[in-house]
């Protein structure tokens, strides 16, 4: 899927309207440039692309092939602030993180009730521009027991795309529900029979 921004040179102290994005544009070989975007441009693209996918950035009647590097948002209204792209060289390769996207069916989670639990959500990966995908997928159908995990060198990578990460950690694994142990719950002693071993100790006592 191909996906495509424009943008515009800011001017130098040129204030932004209500509707426009702040970034900048950098990368080898080229010399950086302030730019301005449409906001809700912006968010629609990135909310598909996200930063492991090529953007195709239209400036000055220029295509230019970059990366989102940096995303600054307010910490409050959770809105963009500034964006950062990074004009990649095609024959480059470069460096990306990836979600997984886990798929398939467990049956230890689905028929033995085990506990699901991914310990990575995402990957560090190195690949050639045109090799970066949107996800990797992770099937967990081969998760049949408790305590069954799978570990990175397990999972099936896109071609040209490497790992940079150590083979042997756990991607996600299946666990057995906890156990409560129900506590048994006091015996109360009714009001008779207490009572009545009231009344056994007197007799007792007045034998004496």
Do not use: W
Request: charged share 30%; aromatic share 6%; hydrophobic share 45%.
């Amino acid at each position: 899927m191909e996906f495509k921004l424009s943008a515009e040179i800011r001017v130098k102290n040129e204030k932004l309207g209500q509707d426009d994005l702040a970034a900048v544009l950098y990368g080898r070989g080229l010399e950086s440039a302030v730019l301005k975007l449409n906001y809700n441009a912006f968010a629609k693209v990135f909310a598909e692309a996200g930063e492991s996918n090529l953007i195709t950035l239209e400036l000055d009647k220029q295509e230019f092939p970059v990366l989102v590097k940096a995303v600054q948002k307010d910490v409050l209204k959770g809105k963009y602030l500034h964006i950062d792209f990074y004009k990649v060289d095609m024959k480059a390769k470069v460096k990306a993180e990836i979600p997984l996207e886990f798929v398939g069916e467990s049956k230890a989670v689905k028929e033995l009730g085990g506990i699901f639990l991914a310990n990575i959500n995402e990957v560090a990966v190195e690949c050639l521009p045109a090799n970066l995908v949107d996800h990797i997928d992770v099937d967990i159908s081969g998760l049949n027991e408790f305590g069954d995990a799978i570990h990175l060198q397990d999972v099936k990578l896109p071609a040209g795309i490497e790992l940079m990460h150590e083979g042997n950690e756990v991607v996600c694994i299946v666990e057995e529900p906890k156990k409560v142990e129900e506590e048994a719950p006091a015996v109360e002693t009714p009001a008779a029979e207490a009572a009545a071993t009231k009344e056994s100790e007197t007799k007792a006592e007045d034998k004496k």
